[in-house]
């Protein structure tokens, strides 16, 4: 009896091994919602950032870079001396309860694997408060000859995911994806990302 229980959790050691080895890429989820007023792309698609009174700090910086690479892929070109749009985003973190927390405290019986979240045995464990996240960003689009409002679009995802470096650049591709003519309505974007 003892040799079968070695040997099945032998079997599910090995398998929770090779699983994890698997898992080198991974789906990020978004909710998109755009408008546009244009028919087709602009050109030249060239613009500048445009930035509120509260968006003055080095944490904006950081967010520009993250949404220029999808910008580009959408058409636009930077150029700050000869700029025909102004692009404003935005963008926001909250740390919120998991949708899955144990309201009995996190203890359990169970075999334990993960990274940081688990203690990895069999027996009793503690399955500590895994972090959530509620994630959005959003892309402005101002035609500065007129001061007309042409795109406008915003991204939502909520996760696990703490790694902002890899999530915001995804997040902004999935604000710009279908531009100039995104479908209307809110919509689910996938965009995938390396584990």
């Known amino acids: 009896m ?6 099945l959790l032998g079997s599910l050691t090995a398998a929770l091994v090779l699983l994890s080895g698997c898992a080198s890429t991974y ?4 909710t998109v919602q755009s408008f546009s007023q244009l028919t087709a792309a602009p050109a030249p698609a060239t613009y500048r950032f445009e930035r509120l009174p509260s968006q003055q700090d080095p944490g904006q910086v950081q967010l520009e870079a993250f ?4 910008l580009h892929q959408a058409g636009f070109r930077r150029d700050d ?12 973190i909250q740390r919120v309860l998991s949708p899955w927390a144990d309201p009995w405290g996190g203890w359990g019986w169970g075999i334990g ?8 045995h069999f027996g009793l464990m503690s399955t500590m408060e895994s972090p959530w996240y509620h994630r959005e960003v959003t892309v402005i689009v101002r035609e500065l000859s007129t001061n007309r409002v042409v795109f406008e679009s915003s ?24 531009f100039p003519n995104p479908p209307p309505g809110l919509r689910t974007v996938n965009v995938q990302l390396p584990a």
Do not use: C, E, W
Not at 27 to 30: Q, T
Not at 67 to 70: K, L, N, R, S
Not at 82 to 92: A, T
Not at 155 to 178: E, L, S
């Open 27 to 30: 789906l990020l989820d978004n």
């Open 113 to 120: 694997y993960g990274r940081r979240h688990h203690f990895a």
């Open 81 to 92: 001396a000869n700029p025909r749009y102004s692009v404003q985003i935005g963008g926001r």
């Open 67 to 70: 949404a220029d690479a999808a």
């Open 2 to 7: 003892k040799s079968s229980f070695l040997k």
């Open 155 to 178: 991204a939502r995802n909520d996760g696990p995911y703490r790694d902002n470096t890899h999530i915001f650049p995804a997040m902004f591709q999935a604000a710009m994806q279908g």
